[in-house]
């Protein structure tokens, strides 16, 4: 029986919310409050500052105890040493729940640190939970619960659950993820994590319906055993996506360093990572990637890879990948040699990469890869100079004319990973990718197409 | 002493030229005249084709024969089986280099292979020199002499010359690189290569004053011992960066297989790359990355690698890629130290990453990093939540309010290797890049941006 998650209802679902360090000078204690309001929390919003006054409208109280609602959230954003008396109003409020938003925690020293003991043995003796300090809080896309301070259109809702140590990187993640088709359910910054950690959120997201692949960045844990348990539960359902800095000792103590060994920590997380089924990427991009494949498409049934293209080259570096990364390029079925022979001119050699050139039968070629049983998943690589198109366009000949309906090519079997791969002018990368929809991915690199295909593949034998 | 390459003079830079199968049908024989016309070279061309008649508004000649003026470049877009006659009639008329666009010689097979053969031989018989087949010839930026449809875009002058065996794939790739801040001297895409070769167009871009450094893409090499040879004199004065694909047997056959070895003759290739001085790039995007860098930046003076952030997260990231590529990240100069310390709040840790947090002094700590006699070269990591940059707009605070006029601090050091790392929503990216100039090179990923350095560095100590 696992344990209730409850506990972390009241941070992304609020009842009554309590800002502390509302403020009319630009930062938090501004804009958090605003955004807010603009999302239609205005009249679950109290606001508490010792200046009193107003603020965007509403009233702000110059003491905990004075607001008349009933809270079960708070937002503190006052200076680092009034945290824990605020705690202890909180309590005394009936306000159990609370995001440390400001710094000057054990991040700058043993003052810090001193402060850091403080809160937390305050927290615990008054039974208020804590996400940070010094992070950014939380996101629920679901209700526009926010207290990131983050743009409209990182608000979509979608099925991707993010965790980030890093304040700072949670938000400019958040900021440009859209624009590569991801759309986040949650997201939760966890900052110096007093009280609430990586797997207490990973729980959370593994019961939330909403959530259907978690992204996490880390810089360590505090806890590995339950991190290594909770990923171990977890990754059965849901993929766990995993980016951690500090491979390095530079990395980990961020200091001077000659060496090029990989620091010992970091080669226990590496099997942390591969024995509890998480999918650790190499870079911040490789993470968007992986993203990307994980949130649209179905495991595949074996790592058997399709490639159709209109470049033999592109093909081939796709190939070169695909076979160090642990995919196969099988040989397609006779029936589908057949299909495709029948309609292709003379010159064209049908294998695997299936190069057609410029026969003008992509839909045919990459149809008949799709529904070839020899092929667990398929790259579909579109090139063409982008004069051409601009030449078409007059004539009203349009990138599906050219390539084929993405959508309904997809359709032909729905559960078969499918991505496409554009090169070119990013006009053309984005016609691509508006014709073949949300539910597939369009890259820019053969090489990163295949890797995040071999990762969705690993992902799929791990027991 | 080395050979001239005089004689590939009149492929980029032709008197008179003769496009051998215009047509008023869609696809290269209508649209390459169409643009040489758009591009100034109206008066040098003249057209053949059997069917005679106009285009353009030019005459089309029935035979070459015909042409009343002198010319010393064809391009032929014939049909393959015409071309071995076209060649003597081009020999007859004094034309003595041909670029052969048209496809259908040894790619197809055996029939093709035995015309490509017959059309070597002619060549070779009647002194013509030959670009191609199979291919789309080649682009000069400073006459706007080109061969490729081409978008406008493409055509503005730089100092990046590219080689590109297959034609589709140099076509796709001058339509993006323009959006990534690079602009091409000259392009060459090499086809079946009947005759100029990857080591004919290095020695030219070698003695071309216009291009600084080399990008090429091989599938593989007709001479080994010539390409190595050939590298060794141009990367002394030149970087050449490669991608080759044909890694695995996959990827060189382009078949079925089911084995993750490298191919052998892939290793052959590593060492001729390395030993040579060619810096060989993993990936497409790795290619476009060092590109970005090579072209804008100094060689460093060594390996110490110096990075100031605003978020910790994306420093310890930079911090990790760069030990694991060789580079170092020391301890900054008591003076250095002493400098940022004057400025900076008590909480701020001087060390290397910087991370100055939310400071407000960043451009103070970059000025000083930049300075410090212990850093070679400099990593600016620029990280701020898109919401803040969009609320500061409308009060007239811009980017380089937030972090420092980027053109100025990199004229503190002009001869050291720098670059941005900005993360986030594109619009913030852009507004970076823009502030940075051409000359600063703003990458998206902290590890893309330090591969590329260390790529820089390892180029640096080749003898």
Redesign the interface.
């Known amino acids: 029986m696992e344990k209730s998650t409850d506990y972390l209802g009241p941070f992304f679902e609020p009842k009554g919310i309590v800002i502390v360090g509302a403020t009319r000078t630009?930062g938090f204690g501004y804009?958090i409050p605003l955004?807010l309001i603009k999302q239609g929390w205005g009249d679950k919003l109290r606001l508490v500052s010792l200046k009193g006054e107003e603020l965007h409208g509403l009233r702000v109280y110059n003491h905990i105890k004075d607001i008349p609602d009933p809270a079960d959230l708070a937002i503190i954003i006052t200076p680092a040493r009034a945290v824990p008396d605020v705690i202890k109003e909180l309590a005394q409020k009936g306000v159990h729940n609370a995001i440390i938003e400001c710094?000057?925690f054990a991040?700058?020293?043993e003052d810090?640190r001193k402060l850091q003991e403080l809160t937390k043995k305050t927290a615990e003796e008054h039974g208020v939970r804590l996400i940070g300090p010094n992070c950014v809080g939380v996101v629920n896309t679901n209700n526009k619960f926010t207290s990131?301070?983050?743009?409209d259109e990182a608000l979509k809702p979608g099925n991707l659950g993010i965790i980030?140590?890093?304040g700072?990187?949670g938000?400019?993640?958040l900021?440009?993820l859209y624009?590569k088709g991801l759309a986040v359910s949650k997201a939760v910054t966890l900052g110096n994590r007093i009280d609430i950690n990586e797997s207490d959120i990973l729980e959370y997201f593994h019961r939330d319906d909403l959530t259907e692949v978690i992204m996490m960045?880390i810089?360590g844990t505090a806890d590995g055993p339950r991190l290594k348990k909770t990923l171990e539960k977890v990754t059965k359902d849901k993929p766990v996506l995993v980016?951690k800095?500090?491979?390095?000792?530079?990395?980990?103590a961020?200091?001077?360093?000659?060496?090029?060994s990989?620091s010992g920590e970091d080669v226990v997380y590496d099997g942390l990572f591969r024995q509890s089924g998480a999918i650790r990427a190499?870079?911040?991009?490789q993470l968007v990637d992986y993203a990307r494949v994980f949130t649209t498409q179905n495991k595949p049934t074996g790592n058997r890879l399709g490639v159709v293209t209109?470049?033999?080259?592109?093909?081939?570096?796709a190939?070169?990948?695909?076979?160090?990364n642990?995919l196969?390029?099988?040989?397609l079925t006779k029936q589908t040699v057949e299909k495709v022979m029948e309609a292709s001119p003379?010159?064209m050699?049908v294998?695997?990469?299936l190069?057609v050139?410029?026969s003008g039968m992509y839909d045919t070629a990459l149809a008949a890869m799709m529904t070839d049983p020899n092929i667990d998943m398929v790259l579909a690589i579109t090139?063409?100079?982008?004069?051409?198109i601009?030449?078409?366009r007059p004539q009203g000949i349009t990138v599906s004319d050219l390539f084929g309906d993405m959508k309904k090519i997809k359709a032909l079997a729905p559960q078969k990973p499918f991505a496409l791969i554009a090169?070119?002018?990013?006009e053309?990368v984005n016609q691509m990718q508006e014709q073949a929809g949300e539910k597939t991915p369009v890259f820019?690199?053969?090489?990163?197409a295949v890797k995040a295909f071999s990762a969705l593949y690993k992902s799929s034998i791990y027991l």
């Open positions: 630009p804009a955004m710094a000057g991040e700058i020293g810090g990131v301070e983050i743009i980030a140590q890093s700072a990187f938000n400019v993640l900021d440009g624009e960045y810089e980016l800095s500090g491979r390095t000792k530079a990395g980990s961020a200091t001077a360093s000659h060496t090029g990989m190499e870079s911040l991009e209109t470049s033999g080259s592109l093909g081939a570096l190939a070169d990948e695909a076979i160090k642990g196969a390029l099988p040989s003379s010159w050699n294998k695997n990469p190069d050139g410029p090139i063409i100079p982008y004069s051409v601009k030449m078409l090169v070119g002018n990013s053309f820019t690199s053969p090489e990163h």
